[in-house]
């Protein structure tokens, strides 16, 4: 292990994006005197953070359902449907970038979808197969929760979908609940990275029966 | 130094406007009463004081007290506090836990911060059952115990959770009592001055699934004959007439009690919380008989060693000392320490 290596892009510390948190340090209830540590930033959906040392500002964070706006503790089967939607709907809220499809023919009818460590072999796969003048497209998701906005508006754009997978379909089960995309699972659990060669092999037995 | 303002606060200014929801007849109540009570002796602006807990009745706890509260995750608050006291020594920290989350899922938590010393005020609530699940054993139900889920009675050795502390370097061990306010707001006192790790066993009465457990060391016809009071430098004397005392036998490893008239006064050990060795708060706490019999409650070990936080701190200010570079150089720097290349 100590031996290994692989490289690693540095980067400018000077473009890292600024992640300081701007904490809570006023009330921010309408009486200007209350704290609701469960207001939400109506863009993100994000709570106030205030941390501990901060006077007024005293509140309890934990487990049990609170109360929208107030952080009571709450029982309320409404109010516990509402903020299990709202923790949802703050997750869509992150941005996430558009997917990216490469199609370099232009004229693919399948497209291989992949997450993960598979995007060394899935590229490879599909440029051999494009060496031999057939068309196929490959697109690697980066993000999962939220995906992409484009997603299904891609997945729809072929007529196979095929998703290569080191387990037994965790995102093909995914995609087909989700965007309703009668996705095609290739799965191998043998602790062993997929090869190339073996997905440019699948890969042409479905551009076969397209 | 110039004197501390004093506050004036009061136990209401700790108590949270959430309805307490623990069973009628609980012994977290007067638990929570006695801290209540006893916070306003700390003289700690309700800002600057944290209480953190895992998960079971007892760390409903910090909802109740109107300072910053984390109800965190399953025996998970030693290791949260940690972070929390090491980067915010201007915080009183508190971890609220029981038997289940301190001594089942979060065992390693526990330990490693009381071997680390760090400066948290821990207190254990120990019913010696699992209350929240309804009626389970814990790690601290005794053997052959029936319960739900152990039918023919445990056949588990239980923890004896100070003896696991000092085994464990504890700097600050003590046990009381819920039903014992006095004592209990003594022990705290202690605690909350002691810089380091302080652990408190409180035994806390289940009055649904283990109730009395404790009533040998309650009840007035019993609790004297029962319970040994430790106090710093007094004679270890206990019984409603004073008739049992606490001894070293020669040749032996441990403490035994033995009748104080058959005893010379001069064999009689005299409590001493600060003594080195933790053996010796190690043979108090294996004292007590299955029936809670000789059940030392107060301080059992109180001895100075530099908390984790102090050590930490004085490292980092060691390391921003007579450095003249922005933090962003020192990154780039560090990032670009070794070996690395440019690949065109």
């Known amino acids: ?210 | 130094m110039s004197e501390p303002v004093a506050l004036k606060l009061t136990a209401k200014d700790f108590k949270s406007d959430q309805e307490v929801r623990w069973c009628p007849g609980c012994g977290d109540y007067a638990i929570l009463a006695a801290v209540q009570g006893f916070m306003p002796e700390l003289n700690i602006p309700r800002e600057n004081i944290v209480f953190v807990s895992g998960i079971g009745c007892s760390s409903r706890f910090p909802y109740y007290m109107n300072t910053y509260g984390m109800h965190s995750i399953h025996g998970r608050a030693p290791a949260i506090a940690t972070g929390l006291s090491v980067s915010r020594p201007d915080l009183s920290v508190w971890v609220v836990t029981g038997d289940g989350d301190a001594l089942s899922i979060g065992g390693n938590h526990l330990i490693h911060a009381l071997r680390r010393n760090v400066n948290l005020k821990i207190l254990l609530f120990n019913n010696r059952i699992y209350g929240l699940t309804k009626g389970q054993y814990s790690p601290t139900s005794e053997v052959g115990k029936i319960t739900k889920s152990t039918p023919s009675g445990s056949a588990d050795a239980p923890f004896n959770p100070l003896s696991l502390a000092l085994g464990a370097e504890a700097t600050f061990v003590a046990r009381t009592i819920d039903s014992d306010r006095k004592h209990l707001q003594s022990v705290l006192r202690a605690a909350a001055e002691h810089q380091g790790s302080a652990f408190v066993e409180i035994y806390q009465n289940c009055n649904i699934f283990n109730d009395g457990a404790f009533d040998s060391l309650k009840e007035p016809a019993t609790r004297d004959d029962f319970l040994i009071r430790l106090e710093h430098g007094q004679p270890i004397t206990f019984g409603s007439g004073g008739q049992f005392c606490v001894v070293h036998p020669p040749g032996g490893f441990g403490l035994e009690v033995r009748p104080t008239a058959d005893t010379p006064a001069g064999e009689i050990v005299v409590h001493d919380a600060t003594v080195a060795d933790p053996a010796y708060a190690f043979a108090l706490s294996r004292l007590p008989g299955l029936d809670l019999s000789n059940t030392p409650i107060g301080v059992f070990r109180s001895v100075a060693r530099p908390s984790y936080d102090s050590v930490v701190q004085e490292q980092v200010a060691a390391a921003k000392a007579g450095v003249d570079q922005t933090p962003e150089q020192q990154l780039s720097a560090l990032l670009g320490s070794g070996d690395t290349w440019t690949i065109l």
């Open chain 1, 1 to 210: 292990m100590a031996n290994g290596s692989e490289p690693w892009l540095l980067p400018d510390v000077e473009s890292l994006p600024d992640l300081r948190v701007e904490f809570a340090t006023e009330p921010n209830g309408e009486d200007g005197t209350t704290f609701l540590p469960y207001l939400r930033d109506p863009q993100t959906l994000a709570r106030p953070w205030a941390v501990p040392g901060t006077p007024g500002l005293e509140h309890r964070i934990g487990g049990l359902e609170k109360a929208d706006k107030t952080g009571d503790i709450s029982y309320d089967p409404a109010n516990h449907d509402f903020m299990v939607r709202t923790r949802a709907a703050r997750i869509e809220t992150i941005p996430v970038p558009d997917i990216e499809v490469e199609d370099p023919h232009g004229d693919a009818e399948v497209l291989v979808l992949g997450w993960g460590s598979t995007y060394g072999p899935i590229g490879a796969a599909c440029r051999g197969l494009r060496r031999r003048g057939l068309s196929v497209a490959q697109a690697h998701l980066r993000h999962l929760a939220p995906m992409p906005a484009n997603l299904g508006e891609v997945l729809r754009r072929y007529d196979r979908v095929v998703i290569p997978e080191m387990n037994l379909g965790q995102l093909a089960h995914v995609i087909r609940a989700r965007y309703l995309v009668d996705a095609i699972g290739y799965n191998q659990v043998r602790g062993l990275p997929f090869t190339a060669a073996e997905l440019e092999t699948m890969l042409e037995e479905v551009l076969k029966n397209v």
